[in-house]
């Protein structure tokens, strides 16, 4: 029998810098940090997989799957750790079976751990500065994790940006992100 597939609810807002500053503050003292991080992404579109990304780290990289609409609060993810050297074997293979790089992220993040929850502060060039809540759980834990989420961003004192202002941005950042990034 396969492993369960993990959910991921997620709960996210945009920051302004003082914002992102302030908050940054906060979790340090109430959470600690759990790291930093640099990353690259890259989505990939093709096959008519919704939402296939590969990504290097600082310390490794990944593939994954995202199912569902972009920008929901709970969607099934699939997650396969790679070795960090592998990253441009991966952008080779999924070229050669049919897919496009779509976009590409260039962030910095700072992971924090609040109990069962994962705080994120990314910095995203050419797209903004955001915090992301996130809880991995079953599919009949999905509404009590996002209760969760929603109880702790209103502790954070953030209001949580609609999901329909992530979409505008991503088309934006997906129409413009060569221009916003100065990549290709």
Same mark, same amino acid.
């Given at each position: 029998?396969p492993?369960?597939?993990?959910?991921?609810?997620?709960?996210?807002?945009? #920051?302004?810098?003082?914002?992102?500053?302030?908050?940054?503050? !906060?979790?340090?003292?109430?959470?600690?940090?759990?790291?930093?991080?640099?990353?690259?992404?890259?989505y990939?579109?093709?096959?008519?997989?919704p939402? %296939?990304? &590969?990504?290097?780290n600082?310390?490794?990289?990944?593939? @994954?799957?995202?199912?569902?609409?972009?920008?929901?609060?709970?969607?099934?993810e &699939?997650? #396969?750790?790679?070795?960090?050297?592998?990253?441009?074997?991966?952008?080779? %293979?999924?070229?050669?079976?049919? +897919?496009?790089?779509?976009? !590409? @992220?260039?962030?910095? $993040? $700072?992971?924090?751990?609040l109990?069962?929850?994962?705080?994120?502060?990314?910095?995203?060039r050419? +797209?903004?500065?955001?915090?992301? #809540?996130?809880?991995?759980?079953?599919?009949?834990?999905?509404?009590?994790? %996002?209760?969760?989420?929603?109880?702790?961003?209103?502790?954070?004192?953030?209001?949580?940006?609609?999901?329909?202002?992530?979409d %505008?941005? +991503?088309a934006?950042? !997906?129409?413009?992100? $060569?221009?916003?990034?100065?990549?290709?």
């Amino acid at each position: 029998m396969p492993d369960p597939i993990n959910i991921e609810c997620e709960i996210r807002a945009f #920051l302004t810098d003082g914002q992102y500053d302030r908050l940054s503050e !906060k979790l340090g003292g109430i959470a600690g940090p759990a790291g930093e991080d640099e990353q690259v992404t890259y989505y990939f579109e093709g096959n008519g997989d919704p939402d %296939l990304r &590969i990504q290097r780290n600082s310390t490794g990289a990944k593939i @994954w799957l995202k199912k569902g609409r972009m920008h929901d609060e709970a969607r099934p993810e &699939i997650e #396969l750790p790679c070795r960090r050297e592998d990253f441009g074997a991966l952008e080779q %293979l999924f070229s050669a079976l049919g +897919y496009a790089v779509s976009i !590409k @992220w260039f962030r910095k $993040r $700072r992971l924090y751990r609040l109990a069962d929850v994962t705080v994120t502060l990314d910095d995203t060039r050419g +797209y903004g500065k955001i915090v992301e #809540l996130e809880k991995l759980c079953l599919e009949n834990e999905r509404e009590a994790a %996002l209760d969760r989420l929603r109880a702790l961003m209103r502790e954070l004192g953030i209001e949580p940006t609609p999901k329909e202002a992530f979409d %505008l941005k +991503y088309a934006e950042y !997906k129409r413009d992100w $060569r221009e916003l990034t100065g990549e290709r």
